[in-house]
C-alpha cells in the first residue's frame, strides 16, 4: 500500500516515515509539513492512505479529510492525535475518516491498523474511543456558533449581528450553553467546549 506521512514536526515526521517503510508491504510515496502541502500530495501521487497529525499549519488534518470528502478521493485518512477530544472524533467520523490513533502507540499498532484500513475496515485506539463515547456534545449548532464567535473576542451585538439574530437571542443562547456545559460564566463556557474539542 502506498502511503503520505503529514506531520509538521520534522523529527516525527522522518522517523514515523523510515518506521513505516521498513513494513515490507507499506510504501510511504510522500512527506508532508502543512494541511495545504498534504491536500496537494495526495491529489498528485494517489496514495491509499494518508496518516494525518490533526493539528497542522494552513490546513488542519480535520479540513483535509474533508476536503477529500467533498471531492469524494479515494485516499483513506488515518488521523494521529496526542488529543483524545470527543469534538474531533465527531467531526472526523463526519468527514469520514477510518482511523484515529494516538501519537504514542506503538508503531506494529499502527502498522497493523494501516492494514485494517486499507482492507476497508476502521481503526481507533481503544483508550480514544471511550473517551469519545462517554462525552457527546451537549451544544447544539446554533449553541456552538454563538460560543465560538465569543471565543473570538466578539460581544453580544456584534455576534448578533454576525448571525442575523437580536442581542437577546444571542444572549439567550450564551445562557443556554454556559448551563449546558455547567459552567460559572461565558469565560468558563468557553473553555470546557475548547477542552472538549466542541468548538472544532
Not at 454563538?146 to 439574530?165: N, R, S, T, Y
Request: charged share 25%; glycine share 8%.
Amino acid at each position: 500500500m502506498k502511503v503520505i506521512v503529514a506531520e509538521d514536526q520534522g523529527m516525527l515526521r522522518g522517523a514515523l516515515s523510515a518506521l513505516l517503510d521498513l513494513e515490507d508491504d507499506i510504501e510511504v510515496i510522500g512527506q508532508a509539513e502543512n494541511g495545504e502541502q498534504a491536500l496537494q500530495m495526495i491529489q498528485e501521487l494517489v496514495p491509499d492512505i494518508v496518516v494525518m497529525d490533526i493539528e497542522m499549519p494552513k490546513m488542519t488534518g480535520l479540513d483535509v479529510a474533508e476536503k477529500l470528502k467533498e471531492i469524494r478521493h479515494s485516499c483513506y485518512v488515518v488521523i494521529l492525535t496526542t488529543f483524545s477530544r470527543a469534538g474531533y472524533f465527531q467531526r472526523a467520523m463526519k468527514a469520514g475518516v477510518r482511523g484515529f490513533l494516538l501519537k504514542d502507540s506503538p508503531i506494529d499498532e499502527l502498522g497493523a491498523a494501516l492494514r485494517n484500513v486499507y482492507a476497508g475496515g476502521r481503526a481507533v485506539s481503544p483508550e480514544l474511543a471511550m473517551t469519545f463515547w462517554e462525552a457527546e456534545n451537549p451544544l447544539s449548532e446554533r449553541e456552538r456558533e454563538v460560543l465560538k464567535l465569543a471565543a473570538e473576542g466578539l460581544a453580544a451585538g456584534d455576534i448578533a449581528k454576525q448571525l442575523f439574530l437580536s442581542a437577546g437571542t444571542v444572549r439567550n443562547y450564551l445562557s443556554e450553553a454556559i448551563q449546558k456545559l455547567e459552567a460559572k460564566n461565558r469565560i468558563d463556557a468557553i473553555s470546557i467546549a475548547e477542552k472538549n474539542g466542541w468548538l472544532a
